[in-house]
């Protein structure tokens, strides 16, 4: 065969791959046998196999799980992803209309599209000239994590769009969900296994989208419904929502079949109604459903308030509740001393996952709900939040029911409990002293956000601490091979492993270094406003409280808590050592400074050998560019490294001036 045979063989295969496809995932009608499937996807394999220069992205063949990534990168949405204001009752449904005909000053029913809402993760897939070039999770809204890969391996994730009338940039979003079935299936064998198992099937199509190894994710049964655009760009849009969605199943999209489009919100509460009582027989979880407004132009003059459309809400089904006994209470003592009242419970059943803790929040909320050790209660799960205690069932209280008291002291190291007048949360005074902050302090120094540390499990920080290898994040720096292959279950090679996780942790940002220290009040955001605001450590050891807040995001309580921390004793003894073991991370330049490279916008692309895109990222951003997702007629740089793939065409298109990693290393160097 010449190579142009081979090519076309190839194109044709792949069309009808796609087709088949098309019809099997989204028309639910396959024309082809699974062993006639296997058949034609054999061969595309082989011809690809034997000609890899003629492998594209968008082949089916490539949706099998690319090399493993070491980091997530952020991907900053063009769009905000948005979220939706629940309504939990009919009256506040009614209401959520009637602010629409007011605001619209409409005295005739509108339409509107209701769909159901899943209990799945929403992610965004973005596409240029009808391929999928990027995906991300939703993240915060304003920026997500790049999970293109892993969303490369979901079947009904189109990698080239069906037909010609798609718009040049497209941005879809939609649902990621794993059905009922194959969340079963895949605890039962993590079951056999005796691996962990997974609450419910949202947090299980959680996990398997935060795979940095993609070939893990293709092996899980994940599956997408879109819902919806971001950006369309390059042809014009229809005027309804119905339309949009239409368009989308046109484009190979799988969009929820039992979508109605309505007149009027009593039948939007119809459309409720028959879908709660269809909900059991879904093959797949939802919370609620989802109205909204189906006119854009309509949707359009309402816009938003705060983080949420006003043209859209989602209705909500009641949280599912079970009663059960409350036969004891314990307190937990978390990171920063607070102490929670967690309610030991009689094992029940609550929607598909067998519940045995609820958490009673705080003392307030014990005495507010009246609830005493022996009481029966109402318990309830919703989604994804942690069982709690509704109510109690007063009259079958029995005689011997005790009242739930604040220990005096901490149950785990015995210090005083400390709670401060009008404050609801009781706290351990012990700080370091405890066992329990200890071991807290140290897991969320240890967590990937932070010092990022693999293998260094909560299950493993806890031995350690117990084992009195460690008494801070510190002391991990000086484990020995030895002292972790003693550990009960730890081979030597897990130790080894261990050890090299350790010493890789060493090389990080100042922004994650602060965050891992877990001074009170100081999330991530925080920790990078200080990093970029003071630099370096001993600006920051030198700032007062006052300094400190006259940082934007920085209000009294934290400057207070931060000023704390870096006068006591201990933690500077504890933060010297760590800079004594060899933590380090490249110079952050303030913010205030005049950054050479402010008002220029990079985009990274391909794999850089030198450095992971977190890394190279950090850099230009520490440098005053702002890194982007993907490439336009404002981009400044596209960064090339291996394997680049459509980023790097469409730069070239643009005309964008292109870097290739030498290049980069050098402009780095001479601005540093
Ligand atoms: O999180 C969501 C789930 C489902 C949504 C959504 C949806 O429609 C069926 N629609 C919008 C507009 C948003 N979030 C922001």
Redesign the pocket.
């Known amino acids: 065969m010449t190579e142009k045979s081979i090519r076309e063989r190839i194109e044709q295969l792949r069309k009808e791959i796609n087709e088949h496809n098309y019809h099997y995932y989204v028309l639910s009608d396959p024309v082809i046998s699974d062993a006639e499937f296997d058949r034609v996807f054999r061969e595309l394999q082989e011809l690809e196999k034997a000609n890899p220069q003629l492998i594209t992205l968008d082949s089916p063949t490539q949706r099998v799980g690319a090399k493993p990534l070491s980091a997530f990168t952020q991907v900053t949405h063009q769009i905000p992803?948005?979220?939706?204001d629940n309504a939990f009752t009919d009256a506040e449904v009614h209401a959520f209309d009637k602010r629409i005909h007011d605001r619209l000053h409409i005295n005739t029913e509108l339409e509107y599209v209701c769909?159901p809402?899943?209990d799945g993760l929403?992610v965004s897939l973005h596409y240029e000239d009808g391929i999928f070039v990027q995906g991300a999770t939703r993240g915060d809204g304003e920026t997500g994590e790049d999970i293109t890969e892993n969303l490369r391996t979901i079947a009904t994730v189109p990698l080239k769009l069906r037909g010609k009338g798609y718009p040049s940039t497209l941005e879809v979003?939609g649902?990621v969900y794993m059905p009922k079935a194959g969340f079963l299936a895949l605890n039962k064998k993590a079951e056999i296994h005796g691996e962990k198992l997974f609450a419910n099937p949202r947090n299980a199509a959680a996990g398997s989208l935060r795979q940095l190894d993609p070939r893990i994710t293709a092996k899980r049964p994940l599956a997408l419904f879109c819902?919806?655009i971001g950006v369309y760009k390059g042809k014009d849009i229809p005027s309804t929502h119905n339309e949009i969605l239409k368009e989308l199943k046109e484009w190979g999209f799988i969009v929820?079949p039992e979508i109605e489009v309505v007149t009027g919100i009593d039948k939007c509460l119809k459309f409720y109604e028959r879908i709660g009582k269809i909900r059991s027989e879904l093959v797949y979880e939802i919370d609620g459903v989802?109205y909204?407004v189906n006119q854009l132009k309509e949707q359009e003059r309402l816009g938003f308030v705060s983080r949420?459309?006003r043209w859209?809400v989602?209705h909500k089904f009641p949280a599912e509740q079970a009663t059960t006994v409350l036969e004891d209470v314990e307190f937990q003592v978390g990171r920063t001393g607070a102490l929670t009242p967690v309610a030991r419970l009689k094992p029940v059943f609550v929607s598909g996952v067998t519940v045995s803790n609820a958490t009673l929040h705080n003392m307030d909320e014990v005495r507010r709900k009246d609830i005493y050790i022996g009481d029966t209660v109402i318990i309830q799960r919703a989604g994804d939040v942690i069982p709690e205690v509704v109510e109690v069932i007063k009259k079958l209280r029995p005689a011997h029911a005790k009242k739930i008291n604040l220990p005096k002291d901490c149950p785990v190291c015995h210090s005083k409990i400390e709670q401060i007048e009008g404050e609801a949360i009781a706290r351990c005074s012990g700080g370091l002293y405890c066992s329990a902050q200890r071991k807290e302090a140290i897991k969320h120094f240890a967590s990937r956000r932070a010092m990022d540390i693999e293998g260094l499990g909560d299950k493993l920080v806890e031995q350690l601490v117990d084992a009195d290898l460690i008494k801070n994040p510190a002391d991990l720096y000086t484990l020995t091979l030895d002292q972790l292959s003693g550990l009960e279950r730890m081979a030597e090679k897990s130790a080894q492993n261990l050890l090299d996780a350790l010493e890789k942790s060493k090389k990080t940002t100042f922004a994650r270094f602060l965050y891992a220290l877990g001074i009170r009040e100081v999330g991530e955001a925080t920790a990078k406003s200080l990093a970029r605001h003071y630099g370096d450590l001993e600006s920051l050891f030198n700032a007062t409280q006052e300094d400190l807040q006259t940082i934007r995001d920085v209000g009294p309580v934290v400057a207070k808590h931060a000023a704390m921390f870096f006068s006591e004793n201990h933690n500077k003894k504890v933060i010297e050592k760590l800079l004594t073991v060899g933590i380090h991370w490249p110079k952050t330049i303030k913010s205030d400074a005049n950054l050479p490279l402010k008002d220029k916008t990079f985009v990274l692309t391909g794999t850089l050998q030198d450095f992971s895109r977190e890394e190279a990222k950090e850099k230009l951003e520490n440098l005053g560019a702002k890194v982007a997702g993907s490439v336009s007629a404002k981009t400044s740089y596209v960064v090339v490294g291996a394997d680049a793939g459509s980023k790097l065409k469409k730069a070239q298109e643009l005309g964008v001036s292109i870097m290739d990693e030498k290049a980069f290393s050098d402009f780095l160097r001479e601005l540093t």
Do not use: C, F, T
């Open positions: 992803m948005l979220s939706l769909e809402k899943l929403a979003r649902e819902y919806g929820n989802v909204k949420a459309p859209a989602a």
